[in-house]
């Protein structure tokens, strides 16, 4: 099974921007689908942001298109999540999560993902 560290989140002010990576160890990148999720306090887990196996398509959830970007480094077994202009209420923990089913479509249910990291904690101040 793939195993995954999320690094990048930190303090942040509003209209910051911040780069998340997560990091796959144990499998080839290339082999799974990506996707980012994030979970505030008392909130239940959101989807952020998918890339398929290539990184030729993503999807992005309707709250962050325009500001967020989501792309892959499958040499380095790397997926990144580009956050700009961020507001107080992207403030979450942030997960990247691996799906390595056979279908070429991302899917933004977080049930889809059986590989999770450890999340990161984004705190965005106004």
């Known amino acids: 099974q793939v195993q995954l560290v999320e690094s990048g989140g930190g303090l942040v002010q509003a209209g910051d921007s911040l780069r998340l990576s997560c990091a796959a160890s144990?499998?080839?990148?290339?082999?799974?689908?990506m996707g980012w999720f994030r979970q505030a306090p008392g909130k239940e887990r959101a989807f952020v942001a998918a890339?398929?196996?290539?990184?030729?398509?993503?999807t992005l959830a309707d709250s962050v298109k325009g500001r967020f970007t989501t792309s892959r480094d499958n040499a380095k077994n790397t997926v990144y999540l580009q956050m700009n202009s961020l507001k107080p209420e992207d403030t979450a923990v942030y997960y990247c999560a691996a799906d390595i089913s056979l279908s070429v479509t991302v899917s933004e249910n977080a049930y889809s993902y059986e590989s999770w990291g450890q999340g990161t904690q984004v705190t965005v101040s106004s």
């Open positions: 890339i398929s196996r290539s990184g030729g398509s993503t």
């Open positions: 144990e499998r080839p990148l290339s082999m799974y689908k």
